[in-house]
């Protein structure tokens, strides 16, 4: 349920197979899939407005649910589980399918100001619940699709890292998108090919252990005056220019190095911040469509 003022009820639990037969088999993972920090669940929300441009879907949880099916087809492991193998974790193929839920908000995305930050639901009531009896890290994914009253929905995703980066879930969102608008198949057809990542001759050592932390969310808004101000600022000092990008990950970093005073008060000394960079353009071997994980840090 969500708050008391806007009430989202689950209304449907289910599992979604492909919807025709599809490759029975196991496939091997590449090497940036298997590291085990991607071992874990990615959770987003796209919130669809049924009132702006194309006309409204009048059955969105329905649509949506026959359209993941169709999408299931062509992303069948997707539709498997994770298992161990040789000590390896690998996709077996055996399309059991995604977990999908269905649920409705007793409210209108306005009234909730489309799920701007703050958000007035929260999060969780919009991410489907775990299946039953699995073990949620098994499953690549599961789905909610909460529909609203002014005929908006939103769709919940959590997804496994270790199957797909950000690029990879975008696509697979895609091609539900074209079929549900009716589309015979998805403009991206996926590609499998984790064996043209390059995998190092071998491992120097182990990757070291980190203590699990107890994360809290903080939302700041950096406003587009800003980012313009602190760009024209930096070109100034360097002659060169800089993105918003940039400009968001520095201004972040900086106040968090003086928050914890990892600098020791020495203003001069490097702290190094890292994030992922996406790398297909750097293996033009890679066909159009994959949807691994494909970055560096």
């Known amino acids: 349920m969500g708050t008391i003022g806007f009430p989202v009820t689950r209304t449907s639990r289910s599992l979604v197979a492909p919807s025709s037969a599809t490759p029975q088999e196991t496939l091997h ?3 940036i899939d298997r590291v085990a920090g991607l071992r874990h669940l990615v959770r987003s929300l796209h919130v669809f407005d049924g009132r702006r441009g194309e006309a409204a879907v009048r059955t969105p949880a329905e649509t949506l649910r026959a359209a993941l099916g169709k999408a299931l087809v062509d992303y069948y492991p997707l539709a498997g589980r994770f298992v161990e193998e040789d000590g390896e974790v690998r996709v077996a193929c055996t399309a059991g399918g995604a977990w999908f839920v269905e649920a409705a908000a007793a409210c209108t995305l306005e009234e909730v100001k489309h799920l701007d930050h703050p958000m007035v639901i929260p999060k969780e009531d919009l991410l489907p619940e775990p299946a039953p009896d699995v073990n949620p890290l098994d ?3 599961m789905m909610q699709v909460t529909e609203f ?4 929905f939103v769709v919940g995703l959590i997804s496994v890292h270790t199957i797909a ?3 990879g879930a975008g696509q697979f969102i895609n091609a539900v998108a074209d079929y549900a608008r009716g589309l015979p198949r998805p403009r991206v057809l996926p590609v499998w ?5 390059p995998a190092p001759s071998r491992i120097v050592s182990p990757p070291p252990r980190f203590d699990l932390l107890d994360l809290r969310y903080f939302t700041v808004d950096l406003s587009p005056e800003h980012i313009a101000k602190v760009k024209s600022s ?3 000092a360097t002659g060169q220019r800089c993105s918003a990008f940039d400009v968001c990950v520095a201004k972040t970093w900086q106040s968090r190095v003086r928050a914890l005073r990892l600098d020791g008060d020495d203003p001069a000394r490097p702290i190094h911040v890292c ?3 996406n790398t ?3 293996l033009p071997q890679l066909a159009p469509g994959f949807y691994g994980n494909c970055f560096y840090t």
Not at 193 to 197: F, K, M, Q, S, T
């Open 29 to 31: 993972l590449s090497v």
């Open 149 to 152: 009253a002014c005929g908006g």
């Open 193 to 197: 090919a984790r064996d043209v990542i």
């Open 275 to 277: 994030f992922f960079a």
């Open 139 to 141: 499953m690549p994914l």
């Open 165 to 167: 980066d950000g690029l």
């Open 280 to 282: 297909r353009h750097l």
């Open 234 to 236: 930096f070109f100034e």
